[in-house]
């Protein structure tokens, strides 16, 4: 009670107090000291409107961009690139995420204790990691390492460094590694195509990446997702023409042939006549589309669309074809080659052998470079011209293929004395390996051209070049190369008849040819009904070894084509020598095994009877096998 | 009086949309929170897809098998005789 006490006594002594004030109370004015308050106090009021109308309304704009640029974020959404495949869908690059780890270099270097531990996780040396970051202490973003493994990324997220973020990124995988790297090409390191299909479809497979909208600590971490300010698109796949196993088998047998022949490199291109569609194109040397640092940059090269080369005698059938539609020959046209060559200007058109007297499916059977240039002085300079052109020697496939070199065909006015003589057998011209397989599929397609493609379902228009009934009679001159007496008989398959053509060129060097070849082989099958063409090119093969492109590129020829028709299911269209050469193979057997208990003589006989129409080599082979078989018993 | 009753209304009105706003808001959060985890979830699931066909990819490898057919399991391509010829 004694507070209160006191409380009364000092309201007391103040009422005491109040007594000489009361008396000058008239002396102020109440009224004008309350307006004066009250004004002062409006005059704040009116101030504190007048900021907030400024703050919330004139510059409102200004300070919520200050205020969101402070918590509230755009985050890129990273998307993946889109899947390359082949044509049954088997993947051929594929991108899976990868982790980047980056830093903050302000945050990070905070906590300098921590630095020689992450420098530890991340494989690198401790001081280096600090000289990198305390030159980039300004910024706010700085890559440790790209493209880690996201196990190991994690990791190094769990050490909680403060200031270290990783990233997620994608990067490409090319399972079917330098079998077919040319064709895909491959990407940076920013995912963007750098060569090959890679760079011509970029924007395709290219995804946009999204963004959305976050609110982050002052530690930079998300702490809520807001909004969705863009959709990410993941890039869109591609399906390619090339079917994987016809690519493999193309990559392993030309790997094969420059093993074998020595040769520096080498292209094959398979293309599907009825469709223009590629269905393989292997080159060599090759890289590792997962490592394209580490190989030659030379090798990156898709020599079968880059690479010039002087078609040599695959022209040949072009020559006669050309001549066939001007009507100036006709199949049974007989050319005397005598003596073996022939003037051209200063120089001479020769053959290996003196061939004598051809007729035209001769001068391809033999490949004879007097026949050919024979038929093309029947005809006249434009006509020869346009006559290639329209096959596409000179220009471009369209195949889109980035870096596709349209080749070399001089006009007829740029012709020299001796040109039309020289191209008539393949020299003075150039084209790419592509160029010679789109020319024969031409052929092969009843005169169609139709323009290459690696894209699934891109058929090009066919656009007839020549006379269906001609290119028939082309091809099936083509047929003879690759039976007995032809200069390819190591092309021909089983079951199966085969057109082609040899080619044996000299490589042009210091403005000469040296004695140094291009062997090739380009061909088509089943003669009744094209199904593939292919183009073989091998560059500088050993002389020493066979140079003839009957000998080198003829087997890889073969070999893939073999495999290419059983993959594809494609009926043979010669079986009765495939019925034949199994007779043959049944009786050797039963014989081997004691079945026929008959002597050799007599067991030879229903074998050597057999219907013999065209005979391939291996038939050949197996009848010549049989005494040899037979005498050793 | 009807004046009256007409800013009741309104008033009332707006207070309602007021808490509709905060409402939709919300959700939109809510909806977007849980479209990202949904999102997460597809890109994690197309992720393990990609990385299971690499992986299927790498395993059937044209080369590998080839060497795992010749080698360990010694197969090969039937020579012509072994092959029988059907005449359709």
């Not at chain 1, 690198?124 to 440790?144: C, G, H, M, N, P």
């Not at chain 1, 050490?159 to 077919?180: D, M, T």
Request: with cysteine; charged share 25%; aromatic share 6%.
């Amino acid at each position: 009670m004694s507070w209160m006490t006191s409380l009364r006594d000092r309201w007391q002594r103040r009422n005491d107090r109040r007594g000489p004030t009361q008396r000058g109370r008239a002396r102020f004015d109440l009224r004008g000291r309350l307006m004066l308050v009250t004004g002062a106090l409006g005059v704040c009021a009116l101030a504190l409107v007048a900021r907030a109308v400024d703050v919330q309304l004139v510059r409102s704009a200004f300070y919520q961009q200050q205020g969101d640029e402070r918590f509230l974020r755009d985050v890129e959404i990273p998307t993946s690139r889109g899947m390359i495949t082949d044509r049954n869908g088997e993947p051929l690059a594929v991108s899976t995420p990868v982790e980047s780890i980056w830093a903050n270099p302000q945050e990070v270097l905070k906590s300098p204790r921590r630095l020689p531990g992450l420098a530890a996780a991340l494989g690198i040396d401790a001081d280096q990691l600090t000289r990198k970051l305390t030159q980039r202490s300004d910024k706010e973003f700085v890559y440790l390492k790209r493209r880690m493994n996201p196990a190991e990324a994690r990791r190094i997220l769990a050490l909680n460094i403060p200031g270290v973020f990783s990233q997620r990124e994608y990067r490409r995988y090319y399972p079917q590694g330098e079998a077919i790297a040319h064709v895909l090409g491959f990407t940076n390191i920013d995912d963007s195509g750098q060569e090959g299909l890679e760079l011509a479809f970029d924007e395709w497979l290219r995804g946009t990446a999204g963004m959305k909208r976050v609110i982050r600590d002052r530690r930079g971490r998300t702490v809520e997702e807001v909004d969705l300010v863009r959709a990410a698109e993941p890039g869109k796949n591609l399906t390619l023409t090339i079917d994987r196993r016809i690519q493999f088998l193309a990559y392993r047998e030309l790997k094969r042939a420059l093993l074998e022949s020595g040769a520096t490199s080498g292209s094959a291109v398979v293309i599907d006549v009825a469709t223009g569609e590629v269905l393989a194109m292997a080159n060599l040397p090759s890289f590792n589309p997962n490592a394209v640092s580490l190989g030659n940059r030379d090798a990156h090269r898709n020599r079968a669309v880059t690479d010039l080369i002087e078609p040599g005698s695959t022209m040949k059938p072009l020559t006669v074809a050309a001549a066939l539609e001007a009507g100036v020959i006709t199949p049974k046209t007989m050319f005397n080659t005598n003596p073996g060559w022939m003037p051209n200007g200063r120089y001479r058109t020769t053959d290996t052998h003196n061939y004598g007297v051809l007729d035209t499916t001769g001068v391809i059977t033999k490949s004879s470079n007097v026949g050919a240039a024979k038929i093309v002085h029947m005809l006249p300079n434009a006509g020869f011209y346009d006559f290639l052109s329209r096959f596409g020697y000179g220009r471009s496939t369209g195949s889109g293929f980035p870096g596709e070199n349209p080749g070399l065909l001089p006009k007829p006015a740029r012709w020299s004395g001796t040109s039309k003589q020289t191209m008539s057998y393949g020299y003075g011209l150039s084209a790419t390996p592509l160029q010679i397989a789109h020319a024969y599929a031409t052929l092969g397609n009843g005169g169609r051209a139709i323009v290459p493609t690696f894209v699934k379902g891109e058929v090009g228009e066919p656009v007839q070049v020549l006379d269906e009934r001609i290119a028939r009679e082309v091809v099936r001159m083509m047929q003879t190369v690759t039976e007995p007496g032809g200069t390819a008989t190591q092309a021909a398959i089983l079951g199966y008849h085969v057109a082609g053509k040899t080619g044996t060129a000299r490589k042009a060097s210091n403005g000469g040819y040296s004695r140094r070849y291009f062997a090739f082989f380009a061909g088509l099958v089943p003669v009744d009904n094209p199904r593939f063409s292919m183009a073989v090119v091998i560059d500088d093969p050993d002389p020493a070894r066979g140079y003839y492109g009957g000998v080198v590129s003829a087997p890889v020829f073969k070999n893939v084509m073999e495999g290419a028709l059983r993959l594809m299911d494609v009926p043979p269209d010669d079986i009765d020598t495939w019925l034949a050469a199994q007779a043959t193979a049944d009786a050797k057997r039963n014989r081997q095994a004691g079945i026929v208990p008959a002597p050799v003589p007599v067991a030879l006989k229903p074998a050597a009877a057999l219907p013999v129409a065209p005979m391939p080599a291996a038939l050949v082979e197996a009848i010549d096998a049989l005494p040899a078989a037979g005498g050793a018993r | 009086m009807s004046l009256r009753l007409i800013i009741a209304v309104l008033i009332l009105a707006n207070l309602i949309s007021a808490i509709g706003v905060v409402h939709a808001r919300y959700s939109h959060r809510q909806r977007f929170v849980e479209l990202s985890r949904h999102e997460k979830a597809r890109d994690e699931l197309n992720i393990e897809f990609s990385r299971l066909q690499l992986e299927q990819a790498t395993w059937a490898e044209s080369n590998r098998i080839d060497q795992i057919a010749r080698g360990r399991l010694g197969m090969k391509t039937p020579e012509p005789a072994d092959i029988v010829v059907v005449r359709p």
